[in-house]
Every structure is written in structure tokens, then in C-alpha cells.
């Protein structure tokens, strides 16, 4: 099968970019894959082409009518209207994968153009029930029937308990002190993401974070910021420095290809984010089994279970937050925890299980 796939893609960082990448290397091994991308040049790579997002829709069905695809998967909606035209006047079948709700997150433009992609798909893959329920409420005349889940999967030979290995010197390299007790937090610069949710709880337990040597680590994708992520950025380095906490808390800037020195040092796993769908960090730290700590937003209550895979609380309750960190200062609760969440990621949320779940939704909607 000759599948092209349209969407942001690394070094464009995000889960979703990261995702995608997984996911086309993984269709590679049965079929031919053409990437269409603003965020590469023009390669080649075995059955893997990657071709730069055109300057105009001549352009883009020049590369389409060349490759000549059985079926195309947008996973980013405001690149999918020149795509879908083109795909319905070579009889294409054209899918758009939502990643993010933009009915929670986007204002209204961004919220209109994904109505549009949505309502002009012959297949809509949602990343989790909370993304198709918000669909079906929000899209006025979708039709139910076309709209599917297919989770996000994680790559389980990048991602594995056995970075722990990696503790010693990625501290070292990482210039974080040995000894002290890591929280990880991997995140982008955005509003919803929760950091100042997170600032607000070290604030609030400073004596208890101190007392017991916890250091949070906040891990940002290592990228040219926008001027509105800049200026957040800034808002937040003001609120450390006036609140005095900048010794409990330490930025490092990463590539994805180096997430796993972050997830070999830490001790837990928080992600204090406002609003998600199903988020690839908390993946990546099942598969390295790392107690996890997130809010109780979006698809994450589909992915975990309170108190068995991890510790979930509302977003903005700092009490229930600083509860989380200290039951896993029991070493028993985070051998519970996180033995659990990793045969749950193992069992359902491979890139290979998810990969065979694409190929057949694809096999459905191919066109003869």
C-alpha cells in the first residue's frame, strides 16, 4: 500500500510530530510512505520519501499525482483543505488524524478549519474517546460512523526501564546535582500546559520540597521560540525569581532524540496540563516505568487508573498534587504504580500494535 501522510513533523517539536515519525517508520516495514512536510527538505530513505510542504496547491498535486497514493492520513487540520480537494478529484480516500481539541484549546478560526477537515474526511481518527465525543458535540451534521479512536502508540525500544542505566551520567551531563530526588516535567511553552499551576504548588509547599531534596526538572523541546512563547517563558522565570524557588526548579532544553537522557534520571513523572487529549510524554514514561503523577483532563482518565497506573488529580488542586508526591516517597507505591502502567503500554500502546490498527483503517477506506 502506497500511504502519504501530510503533517508538522521533527524537528517541529511536539507529541504529535514525534508520533508521526514513529508511525511512518513503522508503516515502512509494509508499504511505500511519502511525508509531506513543512519541516523537512526533499529525501529519499528506502520506501521512506519526504517531500517539503509546496509553495502552492500546483505544486502539492504534482507531488501527489507522482507518488500516486492509495490512501492520505493528514494529522495536522490547517494543512488538509488543498490535500482533501486534490484527493476527491483523483477519487483518494483523504483522513485527518486530531491530536489536540481545538474546541478546548484553538480560538475560533482554528476551531472552524477543523470543522471543515472533519466534515470533508472520509475517515476521522481520534486519539482517544474524549476527542470523538468532543467532535460528535461540537461538529454540527458529523456523522458518527466515520469517525474512529486510535489511541497514540510509543516506541518501546527507544523508550524502556533500562535507561535507568543512563542515571549517573546523564546526571553529570545534565549538570544536576546526584542527590537529589527528580521530578520530571516534559513540556511545551503554551498556556495550557499547567506550569503555572505547577509554580503555584512549589510556592505553596516549599518546606516539604525542600525537606525532602526534590528537585523538579522541566524538560522544553530545544527550539527558536515564538514571540509568545518567549514572553511566557519570561512571565515564568520572574515568578521563580520573585518567589524565591528558583533552587527547587531547573529548565534543560532538549531534542527528542535526547529525551531519553531526561527520562534516565528521573524519579517521578508530572504533567500538571489544564486540558490534553492523550499525551505521547506520558507514554514515553510508562514504557520507562516512572511514577507518574498527571491531571485528570481530556483521555488521560482512559489511560490511567487512579491509584493503580498512576496518581490523577483536578487541575489547579496543588494539595492533591503535593498528596500524589508524597505517596511515592513510599517505594512501594511506585513499584505498584508504575509496574502496572508498563504492562498496560506494552500490552495496548506499542507503535507496532497502533501501526496495525492505521493499516487496517486504511485497507477499509482504500478506494479500488
Known amino acids: 500500500m502506497k500511504v502519504l501522510i501530510i503533517s508538522r513533523y521533527p524537528p517541529f517539536p511536539g507529541g504529535r510530530e514525534n508520533f ?25 530513505e528506502k520506501n521512506l520519501i519526504i517531500r517539503k510542504y509546496p509553495e502552492t496547491k ?15 492520513n493528514s494529522h495536522t487540520f490547517y494543512l488538509s483543505k488543498d490535500a482533501f480537494d486534490i484527493a476527491k478529484e483523483k477519487n483518494i480516500s483523504f483522513g485527518i488524524t486530531l491530536h489536540g481539541d481545538q474546541f478546548s484549546i484553538g480560538n475560533q478560526q482554528r476551531q472552524n478549519i477543523v470543522k471543515e477537515a472533519v466534515l470533508m474526511s472520509d475517515f476521522v481518527i481520534n486519539v ?14 458529523v456523522k458518527q460512523e466515520k469517525l474512529f479512536v486510535i489511541n497514540n502508540g510509543v516506541n518501546l525500544k527507544t523508550f524502556h526501564k533500562n535507561l535507568k542505566q543512563l542515571n549517573l551520567s546523564s546526571r553529570k551531563g545534565l549538570d544536576i546535582n546526584p542527590s537529589k530526588k527528580i521530578i520530571l516535567v516534559p513540556t511545551r511553552i503554551v498556556v495550557y500546559k499547567g506550569l503555572n499551576f505547577l509554580l503555584h504548588s512549589i510556592v505553596g509547599n516549599r518546606v516539604f520540597i525542600e525537606e525532602n ?22 512571565e515564568l522565570e520572574v515568578k521563580i525569581m520573585k518567589n524565591n524557588i528558583y533552587n527547587l526548579i531547573q529548565f534543560i532544553f532538549l531534542k527528542y ?5 531526561a527520562y534516565s534520571v528521573a524519579d517521578m513523572f508530572l504533567l500538571p496540563s489544564e486540558k490534553e487529549q492523550l499525551p505521547i510524554s ?21 489511560l490511567l487508573k487512579d491509584g493503580r497506573d498512576a496518581y490523577t488529580v483536578n487541575y489547579g488542586d496543588d494539595i492533591a498534587l503535593i498528596n500524589s508526591i508524597k505517596k511515592y516517597l513510599d517505594i512501594k507505591n511506585c513499584v505498584e504504580n ?21 493499516e487496517s483503517l486504511y485497507r477499509v477506506f482504500k478506494k479500488i
Open 282 to 302: 506520558i507514554l514515553e514514561s510508562m514504557a520507562c516505568q516512572i511514577p507518574i503523577i498527571a491531571t485528570r483532563v481530556g483521555g488521560i482518565p482512559e
Open 128 to 141: 482517544s474517546e474524549n476527542g470523538r465525543e468532543s467532535a460528535i458535540r461540537n461538529i454540527e451534521g
Open 338 to 358: 508504575s509496574k502496572s502502567a508498563f504492562e498496560k503500554v506494552c500490552n495496548k500502546y506499542s507503535i507496532e500494535n497502533i501501526t496495525k490498527k492505521y
Open 213 to 234: 531534596n526534590i528537585l523538579f526538572l522541566i524538560s522544553i523541546p530545544d527550539y527558536e521560540f515564538s514571540k509568545q512563547e518567549a514572553d511566557l517563558f519570561d
Open 257 to 261: 532524540e535526547d529525551m531519553n537522557k
Open 20 to 44: 508521526v515519525f514513529e508511525l511512518a517508520h513503522q508503516l515502512l516495514k509494509n508499504n511505500t510512505v511519502l511525508v509531506i512536510t513543512p519541516d523537512q527538505e526533499d529525501s529519499d
Open 58 to 72: 500546483d505544486l502539492l498535486k504534482n507531488i501527489i499525482e507522482k507518488f500516486n497514493p492509495d490512501v492520505i
